[in-house]
């Protein structure tokens, strides 16, 4: 099916996009997505919305350029789904706080233009008392279903017949750097707060300290396996500051614990607990009881982790917090 063939593509292409980004772009701060990505203005149209204040505005150009979003398709008569989906992003939109309006925007476009005029779009806004940054847009059926199918959020089978059998997933990405992630609404909260947050926002912590172009690009930041690792499977509950995620803040942590804890930890937290390992225990409580997950890393992950959060502590590389202030 052609939107699942989009989708391999889109895998496919994620993390050597990233790689590309950090590399070739880590130094300038970037406005359009970079020179490589396949998700550039080319890709996206510049499809014609219009908003709940009925201000008309073009999805690439208007919508996405330069910036963090997230995009779900709704309907405002809907009565399961929807509600909820709105309800959850609610969360992550006051989570966001300041940062929302500024670099981040969340955009629920509708998938029944029929019934749902800018004005309907402004009551059901006004209802969830919707704040800053956040657009309900509209637009011709043929052109929201395009835009569906290029962000691989239509499915074509089920979708023709009930409005209420559509995809409810979201897209999250960051249009500057090419990373985009297909993410449920009805995540953890702080979880998507973060990944918007942090850690698609982390490259803007390079952009500030390395230098431009390709003259500099022997002198970059490689994007090390660790890096690497840390960004897409810790930093959605650990900043390398001091300030707590879902987890604790790891400043420091390799000078904090004995590396041989420290490797066991990372790789098999729940043995540890279910050992009542006195450390694992009382950080168990301290967080809410959230556990830490078992990431089934490999021995050379870990040891790239560690690695990597060491060098971090080391050099005293700064983060970037959820509030956008340096940590
Ligand atoms: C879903 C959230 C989550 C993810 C993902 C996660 N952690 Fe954790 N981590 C926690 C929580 C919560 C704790 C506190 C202990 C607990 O509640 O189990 C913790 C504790 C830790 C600690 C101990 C901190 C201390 O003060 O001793 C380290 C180290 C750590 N995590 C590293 C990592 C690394 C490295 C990764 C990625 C490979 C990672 N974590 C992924 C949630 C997470």
Redesign the pocket.
Known sequence: MKTHSVMGYWRKWLIFTVFISAIVFGGSPSWAAPEGSPWNGDYFTNTKLVDQDGKTVHFYDDLIKGKIVVINFIFTHCGDSCPLETASLLRVQRLLAERMGKDIFFYSISIDPDHDTPKALKNYADNFGIGAGWRFLTGSKADTTLLRKKLGLFRDSVEASKLSDHNTSIMIGNESTGQWMKRSPFDEPK?LAWQLGYALSNTKAVHNTVQTGYAAADKLPKISKGAD??RF??A???SLGNED????G?QG?TE??DKAW?AR??KT?DKL?AEKDP??VS??K????????N?R?NDS?VEA?INY?EEMGKSGQQVLSLSGKKS
């Not at 995620?245 to 604790?248: A, I, S």
């Not at 967080?287 to 997950?293: C, G």
């Open positions: 979880v690792l840390f499977r810790c959605a509950c650990h995620g879902l987890g604790p790891l942590i904090r614990r420290l930890w990372i937290p607990l450390i694992a950080l168990y301290r967080y809410n009881h959230i556990l830490m997950p990431l890393l992950d982790l959060m």
